[in-house]
T-cell receptor
Framework: GEDVEQSLFLSVREGDSSVINCTYTDSSSTYLYWYKQEPGAGLQLLTYIFSNMDMKQDQRLTVLLNKKDKHLSLRIADTQTGDSAIYFCAESIRGGADGLTFGKGTHLIIQP | DTAVSQTPKYLVTQMGNDKSIKCEQNLGHDTMYWYKQDSKKFLKIMFSYNNKELIINETVPNRFSPKSPDKAHLNLHINSLELGDSAVYFC??????????FGPGTRLTVT
């Protein structure tokens, strides 16, 4: 079955690192994605990782994938106030032809 | 230029009406999608469509129908609107189902 789980809230201090976690159940996932949604806005594709990779780094973003445990994480280094948003983990199954299955999103709250 | 655009941005209508939401992408992508985001921010796929295949999420009522006049457009038509249809509807597109890019969303309010 398809199920993607995330914690609903994460609070971090400005300048610290944020780590947003996600678990998924379908082992046939080909790509795993992180999307960002700011208030009143659409979804912005942040990064993605192919299922045969363990890690991907892109500037302040680091994605880690543990395929054995079906666990995905997004680390944001030096968290800024502009990082405040909802972060969605998503998986594509059957090459994505059925669309993406999203987690319920993690609200990242930045404390000054 | 906006890659994936939707109109209208806001739509307020009464129960029982029929309405359409338009989506256009200028990325040259071959696959387009409609998603529904409910009041709790939960996103769910409704349809995916390319010129060969329409895939419908089985939970979507048949009052909802996608219509594609050409490769760059996928409109969403909704018949007999109900209160529970109130949500934000997102269009997305991708090339061969990878890296989906989303439109800004249409907030539908049914009264």
């Amino acid at each position: 079955g398809e199920d993607v789980e995330q914690s609903l809230f994460l609070s971090v201090r400005e300048g610290d690192s944020s780590v947003i976690n996600c678990t998924y159940t379908d082992s046939s996932s080909t790509y795993l994605y992180w999307y960002k949604q700011e208030p009143g806005a659409g979804l912005q594709l942040l990064t993605y990782i192919f299922s045969n990779m363990d890690m991907k780094q892109d500037q302040r973003l680091t994605v880690l994938l543990n395929k054995k445990d079906k666990h995905l994480s997004l680390r944001i280094a030096d968290t800024q106030t502009g990082d405040s948003a909802i972060y969605f983990c998503a998986e594509s199954i059957r090459g994505g032809a059925d669309g993406l299955t999203f987690g319920k999103g993690t609200h990242l709250i930045i404390q000054p | 230029d906006t890659a994936v655009s939707q109109t209208p941005k806001y739509l307020v209508t009464q129960m029982g009406n029929d309405k359409s939401i338009k989506c256009e992408q200028n990325l040259g992508h071959d696959t387009m999608y409609w998603y529904k985001q409910d009041s709790k921010k939960f996103l769910k796929i409704m349809f995916s469509y390319n010129n060969k295949e329409l895939i419908i999420n089985e939970t979507v009522p048949n009052r909802f129908s996608p219509k594609s006049p050409d490769k760059a457009h996928l409109n969403l038509h909704i018949n007999s609107l109900e209160l529970g249809d109130s949500a934000v509807y997102f269009c997305a597109s991708s090339q061969q189902t990878h890296e989906q890019y989303f439109g800004p969303g249409t907030r539908l309010t049914v009264t």
